[in-house]
């Protein structure tokens, strides 16, 4: 059954009944499962419901700050039963897309963490810092951690442009597009996705309608959400977000269900309001 658009009003129901529906639970992990506080209500229970009923499950994030086996162990200590097998982040995408463009042995600028670095050294990349007077082949925007924020954006824009007049603009991809996330007690932070919108304005307004764009891995991207359902080995899934224009579009995007969780960043009239673009449900939170 394809799950492209919605119309009327979003049905609202309970995780039980939600998973009663689907042979597979896809999860977005901040909004939904965790926040900058810890574990957002009943996503413990959630998961560990799945598990003892051997259903297949999948956390589907744009967080590409840590390796699965991190992430992993950030749930288990929330008490959440995720192990590595059941990760899959936008930053298992930067190896592929960067095999796909040859940059085995080339030299890759990425702004993130360790494990976003190294998921560009898995293809024998050169993780380097940007450098104006000497361009790299290739940017990669993962996090907005791990990096000396305003200085290092300034010295990559400079070196994309540097590229640029010599004639070799370099790979940009993007692998968090979220522009921001739930921190806690309805605070809000900025994420990569807002990063990489400032690079490209700037680019914009210096180059004009030519100037290099990021190439998305991260939700929506259709790579990412084919992955994901190529690892829970059916399409018969549902993915549960708290943003309409990656999880839910994304969702869209490969024609299966989805539902707005309200632990996040979206509130149950822009679900409601959303239109052709609305999820399939709506969720309060995880609890039975």
């Given at each position: 059954m394809s799950h492209t658009a919605h119309v009327?009003?979003?049905?609202?129901l309970r995780f039980t009944s939600l998973v009663e529906r689907h042979e597979a639970i896809l999860f977005d992990a901040y909004g939904v499962l965790v926040n900058a506080a810890g574990a957002l209500p009943g996503a413990a229970e959630a998961i560990a419901h799945l598990v003892a009923r051997r259903q297949r499950f999948l956390v589907v994030t744009n967080d590409a700050s840590r390796s699965p086996e991190r992430a992993s162990r950030r749930f288990l200590r929330l008490g959440i039963p995720v192990q590595p097998e059941h990760v899959l982040s936008s930053g298992m995408l930067i190896a592929p897309a960067l095999e796909e463009h040859a940059m085995h042995g080339r030299r890759v600028v990425v702004l993130g963490t360790g494990d976003s670095a190294a998921y560009a050294r898995q293809v024998g990349a050169i993780v380097v810092d940007p450098d104006p007077a000497d361009p790299a082949d290739a940017v990669v925007i993962a996090d907005e951690g791990g990096f000396e924020t305003l200085g290092t954006l300034d010295a990559t824009l400079s070196m994309i442009l540097s590229a640029v007049e010599r004639g070799r603009a370099p790979v940009l991809l993007l692998a968090n597009p979220d522009l921001v996330y739930p921190s806690a007690n309805g605070t809000f932070g900025l994420t990569a996705?807002?990063?990489a919108?400032?690079?490209?304005?700037?680019l914009a307004l210096l180059l004009g309608s030519g100037a290099p764009r990021f190439e998305v891995l991260g939700k929506p991207a259709v790579r990412h959400f084919e992955t994901a359902l190529e690892m829970v080995g059916t399409r018969q899934a549902v993915m549960l977000g708290d943003t309409l224009h990656t999880d839910i579009a994304g969702a869209h995007g490969v024609g299966i269900a989805s539902a707005i969780v309200l632990t996040g960043v979206t509130t149950a009239a822009q679900a409601q309001g959303a239109g052709?673009?609305?999820p399939t449900y709506l969720l309060d939170d995880l609890r039975f």
């Amino acid at each position: 059954m394809s799950h492209t658009a919605h119309v009327g009003p979003v049905e609202r129901l309970r995780f039980t009944s939600l998973v009663e529906r689907h042979e597979a639970i896809l999860f977005d992990a901040y909004g939904v499962l965790v926040n900058a506080a810890g574990a957002l209500p009943g996503a413990a229970e959630a998961i560990a419901h799945l598990v003892a009923r051997r259903q297949r499950f999948l956390v589907v994030t744009n967080d590409a700050s840590r390796s699965p086996e991190r992430a992993s162990r950030r749930f288990l200590r929330l008490g959440i039963p995720v192990q590595p097998e059941h990760v899959l982040s936008s930053g298992m995408l930067i190896a592929p897309a960067l095999e796909e463009h040859a940059m085995h042995g080339r030299r890759v600028v990425v702004l993130g963490t360790g494990d976003s670095a190294a998921y560009a050294r898995q293809v024998g990349a050169i993780v380097v810092d940007p450098d104006p007077a000497d361009p790299a082949d290739a940017v990669v925007i993962a996090d907005e951690g791990g990096f000396e924020t305003l200085g290092t954006l300034d010295a990559t824009l400079s070196m994309i442009l540097s590229a640029v007049e010599r004639g070799r603009a370099p790979v940009l991809l993007l692998a968090n597009p979220d522009l921001v996330y739930p921190s806690a007690n309805g605070t809000f932070g900025l994420t990569a996705g807002s990063l990489a919108g400032m690079v490209e304005r700037a680019l914009a307004l210096l180059l004009g309608s030519g100037a290099p764009r990021f190439e998305v891995l991260g939700k929506p991207a259709v790579r990412h959400f084919e992955t994901a359902l190529e690892m829970v080995g059916t399409r018969q899934a549902v993915m549960l977000g708290d943003t309409l224009h990656t999880d839910i579009a994304g969702a869209h995007g490969v024609g299966i269900a989805s539902a707005i969780v309200l632990t996040g960043v979206t509130t149950a009239a822009q679900a409601q309001g959303a239109g052709a673009h609305a999820p399939t449900y709506l969720l309060d939170d995880l609890r039975f």
